[in-house]
C-alpha cells in the first residue's frame, strides 16, 4: 500500500506537476471576469516558479547536502569486505525489449563502480537488489539485466546474487537482509547514488544490515556557485523534481516507521 500510495501522491505532488497545474487552472481563471485576477497571479507565479526552479542552482543547492553526507568507506582497514550491494534504480524500463544487455538512464554509475569495486575485491559477492519500480506496466525486474550486464562486464557468475523482488528502497534493505543474512562484524559495501545514500543507509540500519557507504552517480557540481544558470530549462527542473522527491522520502519513510532517523549521518 505505502508503494502505491507514494507512487499516485507523487506524481500529483511534484514541482512540475504543481507548476502545470497551476498554468492550467490560472488561464482557465483569467478567461473569467470574476476570477479574472486570481487567474493572473497563478499564471505568473507558475512562470515564476519554472523560471527559478529551472534556470536557477536551485536544485544542486537541494542536492549538495545529500551528497555531501555519507564519505566512501575505507577499503584499507585490516576487516575484510564481505560483499557488493548493488541498490536498483539506474535501469530505463522505456527501452526493455531491444537487443542490448541492459538500457540504462543517469543513474549508470551504480552499476559501474559496483563492477569497479568487483574487480578490486574480486573474492566478494556482488549482489544486486531490485525488481519492478512501475506502478501501471508490467516490466521484467531490473535483476535480470543487471545479471546479464555484470556478468557481460566480466563478473563471475557464481559470484552474483540477484534480489528480483523488492520495489522501493525499503524493501531493498528487508530483503536482501533475508537473502544474505549477514553475520555479525562482517563488513558489506552499499553503492547508490550518493544523493539516495542517506535513505538507502537508513533503511538497511532499520533492517537489522550493517552496511558502508560507497556513493556514486554525484549530480551537484564540486565547487558551489549562487550564480550558474543551467543550460537547459527542463533538465533544470527535472533535477529539482528528483531531488525534492528525495527530501519527501526521508520525511515520509521516517514517519512511516521504516527509518530511525530524519536525515541519517555516518
Known amino acids: 500500500m505505502f508503494f ?25 481563471l483569467g478567461a473569467t471576469v470574476a476570477w479574472q485576477r486570481l487567474g493572473r497571479r ?9 523560471l527559478i526552479a529551472g534556470l536557477s542552482p536551485l536544485g ?8 555531501k553526507r555519507f564519505p566512501r568507506a575505507d577499503l584499507d582497514k585490516v576487516a575484510p569486505i564481505a560483499g557488493i550491494i548493488v ?35 574480486p573474492q ?22 543487471a545479471g546479464r550486464l555484470f556478468a557481460a562486464l566480466g563478473v563471475a557468475e557464481e559470484r552474483i546474487v540477484l534480489e528480483a523482488q523488492s520495489r522501493d528502497t525499503y524493501e531493498n534493505a ?4 533475508r537473502l544474505l543474512a549477514p553475520k ?30 560507497w556513493p556514486a552517480d554525484y549530480r551537484a557540481p564540486p565547487v558551489a556557485s549562487l550564480v550558474r544558470i543551467n543550460d537547459s530549462l527542463p533538465d533544470g527542473l527535472r533535477r ?13 519513510y521516517y514517519l512511516a516507521g521504516r527509518t530511525d532517523a530524519l536525515f541519517p549521518a555516518p
Open 87 to 121: 541498490l536498483g534504480g539506474a535501469e530505463d524500463n522505456r527501452a526493455e525489449g531491444w537487443p542490448q544487455i541492459a538500457a540504462l538512464n543517469e543513474a549508470a554509475e551504480r552499476y559501474t563502480e559496483a563492477v569497479a569495486l568487483a574487480r578490486r575485491l
Open 42 to 50: 497563478l499564471l505568473w507565479g507558475a512562470l515564476a516558479a519554472l
Open 184 to 213: 555479525a562484524g562482517e563488513r558489506w559495501l552499499l553503492v547508490t547514488s550518493a544523493w539516495h545514500m542517506p535513505r538507502a543507509i537508513a533503511c538497511f540500519r532499520r533492517a537489522g544490515f550493517a552496511v558502508e557507504a
Open 4 to 28: 502505491i500510495a507514494a507512487k499516485v501522491l507523487w506524481f500529483l505532488a511534484q514541482p512540475s506537476s504543481l507548476i502545470a497545474l497551476a498554468g492550467i487552472v490560472g488561464a482557465a
Open 174 to 177: 528487508v530483503f536482501t537482509a
Open 124 to 145: 566478494v559477492r556482488l549482489v544486486f537488489t531490485g525488481g519492478t519500480g512501475t506502478l501501471l506496466r508490467k516490466v521484467p525486474p531490473e535483476a535480470e539485466s
Open 60 to 67: 544542486d543547492a537541494l542536492i549538495r547536502p545529500l551528497e
Open 240 to 252: 529539482v523534481d528528483f531531488v525534492l522527491r528525495e527530501w519527501v522520502g526521508l520525511a515520509a
